[in-house]
């Protein structure tokens, strides 16, 4: 009788149940074989996704590459104590290449360091007071959403230079010669391919149209002429991440401003994509956003003693991960390893064709600007608001786009209620801020 009615209860308590018996997320003896597979899988789908993140950020490669696998380390030793999730895999953001890209355009490469070392010191802050909890509140989802579309049309124009792209000794007086256009047609028909087999395998095996595409362009650069992957070959070393002793005061007040907006976006993907991370857990446990800032902003701090870059749980890998069989943050250590010998052995990848690159970066922009569709359930003024601040974004810049979209939003805001509702600007405020501590309040 007790064993039939325990039968009864599975099925509507499984999640707890699961939840009970999740175990360790560092590692679990019963997966080692499939966090294995899984992370050497991941690892290889990361390679190229690095390339492209670290080629628009205006970063050396090997720099990209070497955060990643300090990333995934961090990552694997925090999960035996403050577990975040149990199969995200860390990586540099898609979505925050330009806005690194803009802090070398005008701190200059050498004061980079000082400004991740910032960003990590404000992630710790917020870290500390679990502040995170706010910040989606604060800067709605459909902001991010508009932020991220902008950047990623930046992305998909960037590269798509990339599928026209011919040698020196290729280039005529007439721009749209034969192997240009023999370009284009490789660089279509690889595009093509990838499309069709992400369609097909992005609920099995994700990672298979990125194996197909890096592993067909290679073969094809053995008959046919086309641009190939330059890496320059940096030395990592460790020094104080230190700005420069010509920094001005009005640049440093700059530094911090760019380096809170840095931190903040950082932070809010951290947070969407462990929302995200959690459904597709294949165990069905929780996550714990604070516990991920913990890792991030150790990995980020860490990063900056040897020139690196932030830091964050990706979507798409973490996603490969799980559909290639992860279930512990093993598999993290695994995909840092794989990462890690490409960091020292970057001359592989010199074997890696640039319209393959394109066609992989090129997808990435596509899918952050198709996010502007998750927008649609918050109504029409999300959905214009979310444009607009794609717009500014693309056209005016990351920093100064979202900083206009949300003056605007904050004015919408207090009109609506000080005109139409007849309230106070006190009051309004009040009611801002009652509103924030009441809505964060099922946030971890």
């Known amino acids: 009788m007790k064993s039939q009615t325990i039968e009864k209860l599975l099925p509507g308590e499984q999640t707890t149940t699961v939840a009970k018996k999740a175990g360790s997320a560092a590692f679990q003896s019963q997966y080692l074989l499939r966090d294995t597979a899984a992370g050497f899988i991941t690892g290889a789908m990361a390679i190229p996704l690095t390339v492209g993140i670290a080629i628009m950020s205006d970063y050396p490669i090997k720099v990209g590459l070497a955060t990643v696998a300090f990333a995934s380390f961090i990552g694997w030793i925090n999960a035996w104590f403050k577990p975040g999730n149990y199969i995200g895999s860390p990586g540099i953001a898609a979505g925050l290449a330009?806005?690194?890209?803009?802090?070398?355009?005008?701190?200059?490469?050498?004061?980079?360091?000082?400004?991740?070392?910032?960003?990590?010191?404000?992630?710790?802050?917020?870290?500390?007071?679990?502040?995170?909890?706010?910040?989606?509140v604060a800067v709605p989802v459909y902001l991010v959403e508009g932020l991220l579309a902008g950047v990623g049309l930046k992305i998909l124009l960037k590269f798509s230079e990339f599928t026209y792209e011919i040698s020196d000794a290729l280039v005529t007086e007439e721009f749209w010669n034969s192997a240009r256009i023999q370009m284009v047609a490789i660089s279509?028909?690889?595009?093509?391919?990838?499309l069709l087999l992400f369609s097909r395998f992005k609920n099995t095996q994700p990672a298979i149209p990125y194996f197909v595409l890096i592993v067909g362009g290679v073969i094809l650069a053995q008959f046919v002429s086309v641009p190939m992957i330059s890496v320059q070959d940096v030395d990592l070393h460790l020094r104080l991440p230190l700005p420069q002793a010509d920094v001005s005061f009005l640049m440093l007040a700059y530094m911090v401003l760019f380096c809170a907006m840095l931190a903040i976006v950082d932070v809010?993907?951290?947070?969407?994509?462990?929302?995200?991370?959690?459904?597709?857990?294949?165990?069905?446990?929780?996550?714990?956003?604070?516990?991920?800032?913990?890792?991030?902003?150790?990995a980020n701090l860490g990063s900056s003693f040897f020139h690196g870059m932030t830091n964050l749980d990706g979507l798409a890998k973490?996603?490969?991960?799980?559909?290639?069989?992860?279930?512990?943050?093993?598999?993290?250590?695994?995909?840092?390893?794989?990462?890690?010998?490409?960091?020292?052995?970057?001359?592989?990848?010199?074997y890696l064709p640039k319209f393959s690159l394109a066609a992989i970066m090129m997808f990435t922009g596509y899918k952050m600007i198709a996010g502007l569709v998750h927008v649609t359930h918050y109504g029409p003024y999300a959905v214009v608001l979310s444009f607009l601040t794609a717009g500014l974004v693309y056209k005016v810049g990351i920093f100064e786009g979202l900083l206009i979209a949300m003056v605007l939003h904050a004015i919408i805001h207090f009109m609506v209620f000080t005109k139409h509702d007849n309230l106070s600007g006190k009051t309004v405020v009040k009611r801002y801020f009652d509103n924030l501590k009441k809505d964060s309040s099922n946030l971890q």
Not at 99 to 122: D, K, Q, R, S, Y
Not at 188 to 194: E, R, T
Not at 282 to 293: A, D, G, V
């Open 98 to 136: 330009p806005v690194l890209a803009m802090g070398v355009a005008t701190f200059g490469w050498e004061n980079m360091a000082f400004c991740i070392f910032l960003t990590a010191i404000m992630q710790a802050i917020i870290w500390k007071f679990n502040w995170q909890r706010y910040l989606l």
């Open 188 to 194: 279509g028909a690889g595009l093509a391919v990838f």
């Open 268 to 298: 809010i993907e951290q947070v969407m994509s462990n929302a995200a991370i959690e459904k597709i857990d294949p165990l069905q446990r929780k996550t714990n956003s604070n516990n991920s800032l913990l890792a991030i902003w150790i």
């Open 318 to 350: 973490s996603t490969t991960n799980k559909l290639a069989g992860a279930m512990t943050k093993f598999s993290v250590l695994i995909i840092g390893s794989v990462v890690c010998f490409f960091t020292f052995n970057t001359h592989y990848l010199n």
